[in-house]
């Protein structure tokens, strides 16, 4: 058993594929419509045939609380892995990418929080060794 897809749930499917792709550097890999909605998938430039992050719409009633209760308590929906997380940071910034939680350093992993302008905060990360 392997992970292929996982989801992260946005406010504005098109929005949602600028940032993750022209910001994050994601590359789109299906967007197929479906009713007002599209499947929409994005992957790793580095991994083209690895996992695909589904931009799910968030329009289900239970998801606005959710998401809503995970940004207020400051939880990252989901966590990307980065090479470094200081430089990914400032390069982000330097993109206008508004972060929560600057670099921080816990030991064996570095994250930091982003918004991801579409209702989440994701994290990214580095586990040193």
């Known amino acids: 058993m392997r992970i292929n ?3 992260v749930l946005v406010d504005d499917q098109e929005k949602a594929l600028r940032f ?5 550097g ?11 909605d599209r499947w929409l998938t994005v992957v790793s430039p580095q991994e083209p045939d690895g996992v695909e992050l589904v ?6 009633p239970a998801v606005k609380p959710f998401k809503d209760a995970l940004v207020a308590d400051g939880i990252p929906f989901t ?9 990914e940071y400032e390069r982000l910034r330097d993109l206008g990418v ?32």
């Open 79 to 87: 966590a990307f892995a980065v090479d470094d997380v200081k430089a």
């Open 26 to 36: 994601f590359v789109k890999k299906h967007d197929v419509p479906i009713g007002e």
């Open 20 to 24: 993750y792709t022209e910001v994050l």
């Open 98 to 129: 508004r972060f929560t939680q600057e670099p921080t350093d816990m030991g064996t992993v570095t994250t930091a929080v982003l918004d991801d302008t579409c209702g989440n905060l994701i994290q990214i990360a580095h586990v040193a060794g």
């Open 55 to 60: 931009l799910e719409p968030s329009s289900h």
């Open 5 to 7: 897809l996982t989801s």
